[in-house]
């Protein structure tokens, strides 16, 4: 039987929030009970909630922190509807909204970027059928027919994360001096940093592992 991806278990549980034991109990649920994609597909199903941000482990270490070393995260919604193209190849459709809290790295203070993706996932079993899907699907690669909702979730946020964090020029504190210093600099050309989740982007792969 599969389970989900291994976790710090210490780390999820020392961003529990006030909601405590509950919150404690939907991370078990929510991260080590899987689904199955392809036969939610074949039945038409539709699964939608809302899921602490505390409760992504991959996500967390992404998001801006206090003081006490702490982000102040809210919730996700989603809805995931899975179902059959017309052309017959199993996939999955929705939304994910959220609002994460990220560092300005022009200020360094903590902003909120609000999150709110089209999904379309196209379900597939390999690397091969993988890079056949059409344009307008990314690939979910399934191996061993069960992953986790939480997974799911937390690629299409790790995706939607923008390649550099900062306000919008008239929120952000610095965004005067930012203004002036660019106008200064006309000319310079700037190098364009990668984005360290277009491997991501490239083959969305949300696999549980495997029991010991």
């Known amino acids: 039987m599969s389970v989900a991806p291994a976790v710090d278990e210490g780390r999820a549980r020392q961003n529990i929030g006030p909601r405590g034991l509950a919150e404690w109990v939907f991370w078990l649920m929510s991260t080590r009970e899987t689904i199955e994609p392809l036969a939610l597909a074949a039945r038409g199903r539709t699964l939608e909630g809302c899921l602490p941000i505390s409760l992504l482990p991959r996500l967390l270490p992404l998001l801006a922190t206090d003081e006490t070393g702490l982000s102040k995260q809210g919730d996700v919604d989603y809805r995931l509807e899975f179902g059959v193209d017309e052309g017959g190849s199993p996939r999955v459709t929705g939304s994910v909204k959220a609002t994460l809290p990220l560092t300005c790295q022009r200020c360094m203070e903590t902003m909120g970027f609000s999150v709110s993706t089209r999904t379309r996932l196209g379900i597939v079993s390999s690397r091969a059928a993988a890079e056949q899907l059409p344009e307008r699907y990314d690939p979910l690669l399934v191996l ?16 939607a994360l923008p390649q550099v964090a900062m306000h919008d020029n008239e929120k952000c504190p610095q965004g005067t001096a930012f203004l002036n210093n660019r106008e200064g600099q006309e000319g310079v050309t700037t190098v364009r940093r990668e984005n360290p989740f277009a491997v991501l982007s490239q083959l969305k792969t949300s696999q549980s592992g495997k029991n010991d």
């Open 144 to 159: 061993d027919d069960e992953i986790t909702v939480a997974s799911i979730i937390e690629d299409e946020l790790i995706l």
